[in-house]
Nanobody, 120 residues
Framework: QVQLVESGGGLVQPGGSLRLSCTAS????????MTWYRQAPGKERELVATITGGGTTNYADSVKGRFTISRDNAKNTVYLQMNSLKSEDTAVYYC??????????????WGQGTQVTVSS
C-alpha cells in the first residue's frame, strides 16, 4: 500500500505565504507525476500544479507566478510554495501521485487533504 501524508496548511492573511508538503511511503519503486489539487466549498476539485518525474511543471492560470511546485525524489516528497495568497485560494488542498510499485504495479494515490484558509 502507498500512503500520502500532507502538512503545512493553516490560516494566513491575504498576501501571506504557506508551504505545503506531501510525502509518499510504502511499496514504491518510482513516483512519476506529483500533483496538487484543491477544492473550495461548493466547487469542484481543480488542478493547481503538477510536476513530472523529469521536473516539468504546469500550473493553473489562477496561481501562475504565485505558486511554485517542487519535489525531492530521494524523499518521495512534493512541495507547494504559495506566495501572495488571496482569499480565493481558500480550499482543502490534496496531493496526488502516479507511482510504480516494486511489484511492477502502476497505481495512483491521494492524500487526506490539508485546509488552507486565507483571511484577515
Amino acid at each position: 500500500q502507498v500512503q500520502l501524508v500532507e502538512s503545512g496548511g493553516g490560516l494566513v492573511q491575504p498576501g501571506g505565504s504557506l508551504r505545503l508538503s506531501c510525502t509518499a511511503s510504502g511499496s514504491i519503486f518510482r513516483v512519476n507525476a506529483m500533483t496538487w489539487y484543491r477544492q473550495a466549498p461548493g466547487k469542484e476539485r481543480e488542478l493547481v500544479a503538477t510536476i513530472t518525474g523529469g521536473g516539468t511543471t504546469n500550473y493553473a492560470d489562477s496561481v501562475k507566478g504565485r505558486f511554485t511546485i517542487s519535489r525531492d525524489n530521494a524523499k518521495n516528497t512534493v512541495y507547494l510554495q504559495m506566495n501572495s495568497l488571496k482569499s480565493e485560494d481558500t480550499a482543502v488542498y490534496y496531493c496526488h501521485i502516479d507511482f510504480r510499485a516494486a511489484s511492477g504495479y502502476r497505481g495512483q494515490s491521494w492524500g487526506q487533504g490539508t485546509q488552507v484558509t486565507v483571511s484577515s
